[in-house]
């Protein structure tokens, strides 16, 4: 049961033993098949912390706080949620942010610029990010796409 949970994708030790009470298996037994998985490199928590710090960082664009979140409700332990959201610099933060408010400003196209603002500071939130990071990346998205307007026929 719990190697058919690891074929889907890898899991935190955590979500494992979750399923594995779930399925009324007696701790001991589940601890024993526990240890016994990460001995063999089959769980890793983080390994999988990285992995997926990075994979949803890229994928999604979230933050590091969003990512931290993410990471404690799978049960991996702080230090390495800690850790793998570290490897998230300043600088990947905000490209990530400035990405994501590119799009919302071209998907906003026509809408009035009060609105709009409020409308990519809002998404930029929901995916973590904090005002300062926020506001960085709205204006360097105008910036960009002030660029592309003007573009080399200007």
Known sequence: MALTRLD??????????????????PEEVAGRVLDRLEELG?????DFAERWT???HESKGLSRRALAEELRRKGV???IV???VAAVS?????????RLA?????????????RL????????????????????????AREVLGEEAEGPWS
């Open 54 to 56: 990075t994979r949803r």
């Open 117 to 140: 603002t409020r409308r990519v500071l809002g998404a930029l939130a929901r995916k973590g990010y904090g005002s300062e990071v926020a506001w960085t990346a709205l204006r360097r």
């Open 8 to 25: 889907a994708r890898a899991r935190t030790r955590a979500e494992l033993a979750g399923t594995l009470a779930g399925k009324q298996v």
């Open 42 to 46: 089959l769980v890793d928590d983080t």
């Open 77 to 79: 332990d702080q230090q």
């Open 90 to 98: 300043d600088d990947d933060e905000v490209s990530a942010a400035t």
């Open 82 to 84: 800690a850790d793998a």
């Open 102 to 114: 590119v799009a919302r400003l071209r998907a906003g196209e026509g809408v009035e610029e009060q």
